[in-house]
């Protein structure tokens, strides 16, 4: 052993003042070590937010999409006169579809949830 180490060690048994201190100070270094690491524990987690489900599917959506232009096409084709009645059925096909898309977009949020995803 050194002789410098017998020193401390003689120092420390003769002085419990001087070894309290120590162990005082070792266990505020231990403690701001600790602190100083949790914030890269943390970020080493994986991060949690909150998503919207819903259960619409795109497969509803298209469905209301076609019902909806079908629909809309029939009724143009009803409502125009004369030689437009292509024009007719092609404008009512479209706003039809987009009428039917939406009505079927509005429906399926009507089962909407949060849920928590990691990521």
Not at 29 to 39: D, I
Not at 56 to 82: E, P
Request: glycine fraction near 14%; hydrophobic fraction near 40%.
């Amino acid at each position: 052993m050194s002789v410098w180490f017998r020193s401390v060690s003689h120092d420390l048994k003769e002085n419990p003042a001087l070894r309290n201190k120590l162990i005082a100070s070792a266990t505020l270094s231990l403690a701001a070590f600790t602190l100083a690491a949790a914030p890269v524990v943390a970020q080493a987690q994986p991060h949690r937010h909150r998503v919207l489900v819903c259960g619409a599917s795109n497969h509803a959506k298209n469905t209301g999409t076609v019902v909806g232009a079908i629909t809309g096409g029939l009724l143009g084709n009803a409502v125009s006169h004369g030689g437009g009645r292509t024009g007719g059925t092609i404008i009512g096909a479209g706003v039809g579809a987009v009428a039917g898309h939406q009505i079927a977009k509005s429906n399926g949020k009507r089962n909407c949830h949060y849920e928590w995803r990691r990521g």
